[in-house]
């Protein structure tokens, strides 16, 4: 559940790509807040800068100005070992899940580099009850694809392997960019379900990042809703969807008949 200790926030923070006639402000002064255990979703249409948002709140990409403060402190990277330390606390699960794994590694490696990240030491037995337990939570036998390599996995395997990493990592702050626009209908509702109950486990703090409104709204505590580059509305998701202020809100909240009908019902 969402508790009011902040876990990250942002000030002013601005991105521009560019220079003269070929400058884009990606990210235009946005100032955010995120709290342990909160499900926070950005939504917006394509280009309106979410992941250059994303990859500034990992440390990917550099802010042009403005700053990030994690667990009440500035936010420090630049030597090599506090990226490290930051990186710990943070995963992220990309639009293609093919680009998240190693291609020459097998799913027992990519599981067993895990437990060495964190720094564990286990026995083999130790290790792969472990691995077990984690495919299991997101339903993979470990027996039948520790063998396998990324490529030789379904689409779905794919994501679910990635959640079963999150399930060994416990990050503190998970970003997770379109998670599901690769799966079906109903493993996407499977793979949001596994995410929420990880959430409930571990007071995660999670950054959903989508077009899809209904989506965000069925997630989130809170929604940020993004346009060119700008934080447009953000709140509480069932006053942003019950009661939008800003006009853009009102359109990408029409162009979604479910949200709609929840809302007359309401
Ligand atoms: N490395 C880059 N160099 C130059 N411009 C970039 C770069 N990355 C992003 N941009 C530009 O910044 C803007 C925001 O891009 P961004 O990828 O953050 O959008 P997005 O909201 O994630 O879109 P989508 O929903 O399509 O993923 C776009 O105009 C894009 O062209
Ligand atoms: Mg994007």
């Known amino acids: 559940m969402k508790t009011n200790e902040v876990l990250i926030s942002g000030r002013h923070l601005t991105k521009v790509f560019g220079y003269g006639k070929h400058k884009t402000t990606a990210v235009d002064d946005v100032s955010f807040e995120f709290h342990k255990g909160e499900i926070i979703s950005i939504v917006g249409e394509s280009g309106s800068g979410k992941t250059t948002?994303?990859?500034?709140?990992?440390?990917?990409?550099?802010?042009?100005?403005?700053?990030?403060?994690?667990m009440g402190k500035p936010r420090q990277l630049k030597r090599h070992a506090d990226r490290k330390k930051y990186w710990k606390h943070i995963q992220a699960i990309f639009q293609d899940p093919f680009s998240s794994f190693n291609q020459f590694y097998k799913v027992e490696k990519l599981l067993l580099d895990c437990i060495r990240l964190q720094g564990l030491k286990l026995s083999k037995e130790e290790q792969l009850q472990k691995m077990k337990e984690a495919c299991s939570f997101v339903n993979l036998k470990y027996e039948e694809l520790h063998n396998k390599y990324p490529f030789e996995l379904s689409g779905g395997q794919m994501q679910r392997l990635m959640i079963a990493r999150i399930f060994m990592l416990h990050p503190q702050l998970l970003i997770a960019d379109e998670p599901t626009s690769m799966v079906d209908a109903c493993s996407r509702s499977t793979i949001l379900d596994m995410l929420l109950k990880l959430r409930d486990e571990n007071e995660m703090t999670i950054i959903f990042i989508t077009h899809d409104v209904g989506l965000a709204y069925y997630v989130s505590d809170t929604l940020y809703i993004m346009e060119r580059g700008k934080v447009v509305e953000s709140g509480p998701a069932e006053d942003v969807i019950i009661h939008p202020q800003h006009p853009y809100t009102r359109q990408l909240i029409s162009d979604v008949p479910k949200v709609h009908e929840a809302w007359d019902l309401s």
């Open 53 to 70: 948002l994303a990859k500034m709140i990992m440390g990917l990409l550099k802010e042009s100005s403005g700053s990030i403060s994690y």
